[in-house]
Each structure stands twice: as structure tokens, then as C-alpha cells.
């Protein structure tokens, strides 16, 4: 079993609508968790951070952390065209673990204008 | 604003070659990483180095070997290419005084061997 599971999508919305993209881990050590986005053919870009349990608003986004559940969601409200990328979490101990870390697979989002 | 560079975007060799993707970075970062992506398998870790000289063996090491003679360079080396070893590369960087390990990656470099 993986050690950080990702809904495998594709997704396809909407242009407006709300997205819910999820991560599950089993690791309790990860303390920092994060949300990458990758278009097509380019290298993934840090789109936000989380530091334990919570939630950060960035914006159109929202990454929520529920540590008890191990479990990670990033909103996205109003989505547009540009949003069309693959989402990808990753998870870190980060200071017991020389600043590696866990990736999902991604899920592939589309929004349909 | 952060940079990762990669020597090239896309390269096509052939079975047997010795091939070296090359990667830089400007911010100091001392953390320097080398994946490959897949479809249907995510980014999976080859090779990382946390110093100058230092290099650890990630989850698929086999058929790779790395070079880091200074801090802002990360050589990936595929000392015999073989078809199997095409796939997208992706390098990327992370500073240890960040606090979350956050990663900075490259463009990538699409790797056909034929």
C-alpha cells in the first residue's frame, strides 16, 4: 500500500464550478503538506502549503489539513479554463527525512468553458 | 524569483548511449533531487543529493548514476541508455532552512530512447 493515496480522476467540471481534489496518507510523521500544480508537458509548481492540521485560503484556493483523519483536500471555487492541470499532493517530514517528499499520482482536472 | 533550469527540453538517443541531463539551480538550495514520471506511476525518485559530493539512492536507482561537484549543479547520468528509460525527468531543489521541504522544480527534459 502506498504511503499517500490520491483520487486518480480524470476530473471534468464545469468552468464556475467548485472543485474538491483529496489526498489520503497513512505516514503520522508528516508534518508539512502540499499542493503542486503541473500543466501538460511543464515541471510542477508549488501552489500552497500546509503546516499540520487546518485550513490556508490562497485566493481561488483552499488547502484543509485534518491530521486525526489523515486526510487533505485543496478547493477550488469558481474554476476556470486556466485551472486545467494536473493537482498533485505531497507530504513531508521534512526534518527527519533530508527534505524529501511523498507524492501522489495526481489527479487530472478539466474545466470545460 | 526561484529558477531550475534543465539542459534540454526534449532529447531522443538510442540503446546503448550514455546520456547526461543536467540541471541548475540559483537559489543555494542545498537539496537537489532527480525524478522520472510516468503515466499511471507519479514521480518516482532516482537519486538525491543533500550536499556537495553526497548523493543518496532513491526508489529506482538501477541503470542511473548522479554528480554533484557544486552546490547548484545535479548531473543525471544513464550510463547505457535503454528503451525502457524513456520517460519525462524532472529535477528540482529544496533549501533545508524552508521549514516545509517544499520542492522547486525544472521544465523537465522528455527522454525518448529508441
Known amino acids: 500500500q502506498k504511503e499517500v493515496e490520491q483520487d486518480p480522476g480524470p476530473l471534468s467540471v464545469p468552468e464556475g464550478a467548485i472543485v474538491s481534489l483529496n489526498c489520503t496518507y497513512s505516514?503520522?510523521?508528516?508534518?508539512?503538506f502540499m499542493w503542486y500544480r503541473q500543466y501538460s508537458r511543464k515541471g510542477p509548481e508549488l501552489l500552497m502549503y500546509?503546516?499540520?492540521?487546518g485550513n490556508k485560503e490562497d485566493g481561488r484556493f483552499t488547502a484543509q489539513v485534518d491530521k486525526s483523519s489523515k486526510y487533505i483536500s485543496l478547493f477550488i471555487r469558481d474554476s476556470q479554463p486556466s485551472d486545467s492541470a494536473t493537482y498533485l499532493c505531497a507530504m513531508s517530514a521534512f526534518r527527519t527525512n533530508a527534505g524529501k517528499s511523498t507524492f501522489g499520482d495526481g489527479t487530472t482536472l478539466t474545466v470545460k468553458p | 524569483d526561484v529558477k531550475v533550469t534543465q539542459s534540454s527540453r526534449y532529447l531522443v538517443k538510442r540503446t546503448g548511449e550514455k546520456v547526461f541531463l543536467e540541471c541548475v539551480q540559483d537559489m543555494d538550495h542545498e537539496n537537489m533531487f532527480w525524478y522520472r514520471q510516468d503515466p499511471g506511476l507519479g514521480l518516482r525518485l532516482i537519486y538525491f543529493s543533500y550536499d556537495v559530493k553526497m548523493k543518496e539512492k532513491g526508489d529506482i536507482p538501477e541503470g542511473y548514476s548522479v554528480s554533484r561537484e557544486k552546490k547548484e549543479r545535479f548531473s543525471l547520468i544513464l550510463e547505457s541508455a535503454s528503451t525502457n528509460q524513456t520517460s519525462m525527468y524532472l529535477c528540482?531543489?529544496?533549501?533545508?532552512?524552508?521549514?516545509?521541504?517544499?520542492?522547486?522544480f525544472g521544465p523537465g527534459t522528455r527522454l525518448t530512447v529508441t
Open positions: 500546509t503546516y499540520s492540521s
Open positions: 505516514n503520522s510523521a508528516f508534518q508539512y
Open positions: 528540482a531543489s529544496t533549501s533545508l532552512t524552508s521549514g516545509s521541504g517544499e520542492q522547486y
